[in-house]
């Protein structure tokens, strides 16, 4: 059952994410038809501002949650170093 249940997931997660593919794809057309239709020789400037901004979305995510986790690990280990000194304060009275 719980296979049954990873394959539909899958198989709707594939169907909801691929009309934002399809998106993509229609206005990569839009803007070469634009630029032909303009007369411009540089085909491909807004498909490749386009595929740097899709590229580049991840890794600001994924780098914005590792400098909140490494920010958060530092008050954590300031935290832990500040509570050994005051054991040690303690014990040592």
């Known amino acids: 059952m719980k296979q049954l249940f ?6 709707v997660l ?7 593919t399809w998106a993509q794809c229609a206005m990569c057309r839009a803007t070469v038809n634009s630029n032909l239709s303009e ?3 540089v085909i491909g400037t807004g498909i490749n501002f386009g595929i740097l ?7 600001i995510l994924v780098g914005t ?17 500040a509570i050994g000194r005051r054991i040690k ?3 040592k009275s």
Do not use: C, D, H, M
């Not at 594939?14 to 934002?20: G, M």
């Not at 949650?65 to 170093?81: D, H, I, P, Q, T």
């Open 14 to 20: 594939i169907l909801v994410v691929s009309n934002q």
């Open 89 to 91: 304060e303690i014990y």
């Open 53 to 59: 901004y899709l590229l580049l979305t991840p890794y």
């Open 65 to 81: 949650l590792v400098f909140l986790w490494y920010r958060n690990g530092k008050k954590e280990l300031a935290n832990k170093l």
């Open 39 to 41: 007369g411009r020789g």
């Open 6 to 11: 990873k394959i539909l997931f899958v198989l």
